[in-house]
């Protein structure tokens, strides 16, 4: 079985602040690791994927995030924080337990004051 | 050109209609899928399709059935709608289901709200 919790449903930074937002996974299958974003009234769209590749993933608009096996984390950030990314971030894992399905977290909602 | 559209983008209706939502990819992907997002946003899979074939039934209501006439195209038809229906719905494709690390492309979501 596969799940992903996500620390935090809400985060709040300064703009020009650096970004962490929590994702924990537990699979029993080397898993694929996502983080997507959703904008306001809009669908998700992919930020950036662990394929079991580099362990340091580069994504979209300066965001990054490190595959840490040993601690089961997957968590993602970005040094300087912008107006625009003021949106709610998901975290997935997908896995070949049988069959593929993808599993998403609970959603972090990023909040970026002026 | 919108990758993966969804109509209607709103739909009101009343307890016990019947309605449907259509999903559209023009990507040439594979596989399809259906999400429910609720109030909470937190995001579910219902079903699944890879070349017009069924290949994941979450635990939902047979009230709710996909239909896939072609592997572009997958709707989404519900009966006797209830208030627990009220949600916004996701169609989403991908290349290949049986490749794991498939990004997926969503739609803009359909808000339905069931009074």
């Known amino acids: 079985a596969q799940s992903v919790t996500q620390l935090g449903s809400h985060v709040s930074v300064s703009e020009g602040a650096l970004v962490l937002l929590r994702c924990n996974y537990s699979s029993s299958v080397p898993p694929y690791l996502f983080w997507y974003v959703q904008y306001p009234n809009q669908g998700l769209q992919l930020l950036l994927k662990?394929?079991?590749?580099?362990?340091l993933v580069k994504g979209i608009n300066g965001f990054e995030a490190e595959f840490k096996k040993s601690e089961t984390s997957f968590h993602l950030t970005k040094p300087s924080a912008h107006m625009s990314d003021a949106a709610e971030y998901f975290c997935a894992v997908s896995g070949n337990t049988g069959g593929f399905k993808t599993i998403f977290g609970a959603g972090t909602r990023l909040f970026v004051k002026a | 050109d919108t990758a993966v559209s969804q109509t209607p983008k709103y739909l009101v209706t009343q307890m016990g209609n019947d309605k449907s939502i259509k999903c559209e990819q023009n990507l040439g992907h594979d596989t399809m899928y259906w999400y429910k997002q609720d109030s909470k946003k937190f995001l579910k899979i219902m079903f699944s399709y890879n070349n017009k074939e069924l290949i994941i039934n979450e635990t939902v209501p047979n009230r709710f059935s996909p239909k896939s006439p072609d592997k572009a195209h997958l709707n989404l038809h519900i009966n006797s709608l209830e208030l627990g229906d009220s949600a916004v719905y996701f169609c989403a494709s991908s290349l290949d289901l049986a490749r794991g690390q498939e990004t997926q492309y969503f739609g803009p979501g359909t808000r339905l709200l069931v009074l």
């Open positions: 662990y394929t079991s590749a580099a362990t």
